[in-house]
Nanobody, 125 residues
Framework: EQLSESGGGLVQAGGSLRLSCATS????????MAWFRQVPGKVRDFVAT????????YYADSVKGRFIISRDNVKNTAYLQMNSLKPEDTGTYYC???????????????????WGHGTQVTVSS
């Protein structure tokens, strides 16, 4: 399984970005996915997760109502639409995939087997 994030960048507070995570190999679009973010010196924090079907999604309280996670299983790609961005949303965003399709959406980083290299998001005030 290989994951590749894109879509990060520099944006002013209040702006929007859409991150993409393209997967290849297995389990790919058959497994739950998630986005996490990390700033230097801190642990990787949960942002959002989505089941393989897309019918179940969970969000961190800090992004609820502003971020939307989605996926296109035909394109083997997950997305994170980020609106009303705040400076505290700054960080490196990583997408992750669970090991098999039997495993559901999760908020726990330790439950994800495959990770991308991350894409940087910087929100200026």
């Amino acid at each position: 399984e290989q994951l590749s994030e894109s879509g990060g960048g520099l944006v002013q507070a209040g702006g929007s970005l859409r991150l993409s995570c393209a997967t290849s190999g297995r389990p790919g679009s058959s497994a739950a996915m998630a986005w996490f973010r990390q700033v230097p010196g801190k642990v990787r924090d949960f942002v959002a997760t989505i089941s393989w079907s897309g019918s179940v999604a969970y969000y961190a309280d800090s992004v609820k109502g502003r971020f939307i996670i989605s996926r296109d299983n035909v394109k083997n790609t997950a997305y994170l639409q980020m609106n009303s961005l705040k400076p505290e949303d700054t960080g490196t965003y990583y997408c992750a995939v669970r090991r098999s399709s039997e495993l559901g959406a999760s908020r726990q980083a330790a439950e994800f087997a495959f990770w991308g290299h991350g894409t940087q998001v910087t929100v200026s005030s």
